[in-house]
Nanobody
Framework: QVDLVESGGGSVQAGGSLRLSCAASGYTYRRNYMGWFRQAPGKEREGVAAIYTGVAGTGFTTYYADSVKGRFTISQDTAKNTLYLQMNSLKLEDTAMYYC?????????????????WGQGTQVTVSS
């Protein structure tokens, strides 16, 4: 049983920062992907960032949607079984429910169809 629990959402002014966390249990990080997705009201869920963790000592590969490149950073603490999304220079259009996903079953890693497991989401609201 894989459980993903997101936290860290909240309300922030435009230009501000937030860091989201996703605590994972029952999941093997190595040689697999995890991702962050978001869904704004009235819009489809979209991929934000993903990370591939190789075998020990080989590092990570990251992927970003064009809309967040240079502003968001995905990272992982395998010792804590936690995935992070550092969000800087937040914009009004970043307002959405943010979801963590794990265990890639299909490419590409930013596709909403790509993952087997999903968290319940954490709300991010950016105001002017």
């Amino acid at each position: 049983q894989v459980d993903l629990v997101e936290s860290g959402g909240g309300s922030v002014q435009a230009g501000g920062s937030l860091r989201l966390s996703c605590a994972a249990s029952g999941y093997t990080y190595r040689r697999n992907y995890m991702g962050w997705f978001r869904q704004a009201p009235g819009k489809e869920r979209e991929g934000v960032a993903a990370i591939y963790t190789g075998v020990a000592g080989t590092g990570f590969t990251t992927y970003y949607a064009d809309s967040v490149k240079g502003r968001f950073t995905i990272s992982q603490d395998t010792a804590k079984n936690t995935l992070y999304l550092q969000m800087n220079s937040l914009k009004l259009e970043d307002t959405a429910m943010y979801y963590c996903a794990a265990d890639l079953r299909a490419s590409p890693p930013l596709s909403t169809r790509a993952y087997n497991y999903w968290g319940q989401g954490t709300q991010v609201t950016v105001s002017s």
